[in-house]
């Protein structure tokens, strides 16, 4: 089973940028999808965007066209670009790996990264 470790996070100021980065421990050629969810303190856990093997992306409504998602199959590394970043994006963000089929199903967590927006 493949292993998640997320780096990247930190303190950024409103409308800064951050980008996650998340290592896998093989291969991720063959992994049908990956994602990154986040989870604010009081608030559910929420499913930020997805990635699958073939390219194809889709995002939360709140963080359509400021989040890009990305993979590296040569790295063996997932990508989060955050822009202009608020306060409500502040949170715990998960990498994910897992299977797409109509919908993304998580299999494999990392341990998660702090991300705190704030002046």
């Known amino acids: 089973q493949v292993q998640l470790v997320e780096s990247g996070g930190g303190l950024v100021q409103p409308g800064g940028s951050l980008r996650l980065s998340c290592s896998a421990s093989?291969?991720?050629?063959?992994?049908?999808?990956m994602g990154w969810y986040r989870q604010a303190p009081g608030k559910q856990r929420e499913l930020v965007a997805r990635i699958t093997s073939g390219g194809n992306t889709n995002y939360a409504d709140s963080v359509k066209g400021r989040f890009t998602i990305s993979r590296d199959s040569a790295e063996n590394t997932l990508y989060l670009q955050m822009n202009s970043l608020k306060s409500e994006d502040t949170a715990v963000y998960y990498c994910?790996?897992?299977?797409?089929?109509?919908?993304?199903?998580?299999?494999?967590w990392g341990q998660g990264t702090q991300v705190t927006v704030s002046s």
């Open positions: 093989r291969s991720i050629f063959s992994i049908s999808a």
């Open positions: 994910t790996s897992g299977y797409y089929g109509g919908a993304y199903y998580p299999k494999t």
